[in-house]
Nanobody, 128 residues
């Protein structure tokens, strides 16, 4: 059974940092491009950041550019999302999703149905 697992969420004060991780069982995450999505209460789920299978190409939503950094360690089949200077509006459940595509392609933030696998999410709360 394929399972993506997110970890690293929690409660942090504004201006603080968190590092999310995405791992997988039942598949080699190194064979997929990965996107982090988030879903805040009362809002639609949105794409936050994507990384290609090779790790050479990345993409960010305008709202997180300069604050978030996506990376991957294919030897450990793990994808990270380093989140700095967190704001209350970053509060959401964060999901990682795996996407089968060409090695240097970053997946789209749209067409969520095209993603192959999703995790269960990890809660990030930014509050003083």
């Amino acid at each position: 059974q394929v399972q993506l697992v997110e970890s690293g969420g929690g409660l942090v004060q504004p201006g603080g940092s968190l590092r999310l991780s995405c791992t997988a069982s039942g598949l080699n995450l190194a064979d997929y491009a990965v996107t982090w999505f988030r879903h805040a209460p009362g809002k639609e789920r949105e794409g936050v950041s994507s990384i290609s299978m090779t790790g050479t190409n990345t993409k960010y939503a305008d709202s997180v550019k300069g604050r978030f950094t996506i990376s991957r360690d294919n030897a450990k089949a793990t994808v990270h999302l380093q989140m700095n200077d967190l704001k209350p509006e970053d509060t959401a459940i964060y999901y990682c999703a795996a996407y089968s595509t060409l090695p240097t392609m970053t997946p789209p933030f749209t067409n969520e149905g095209r993603y192959d696998f999703w995790g269960q999410g990890t809660q990030v709360t930014v509050s003083s």
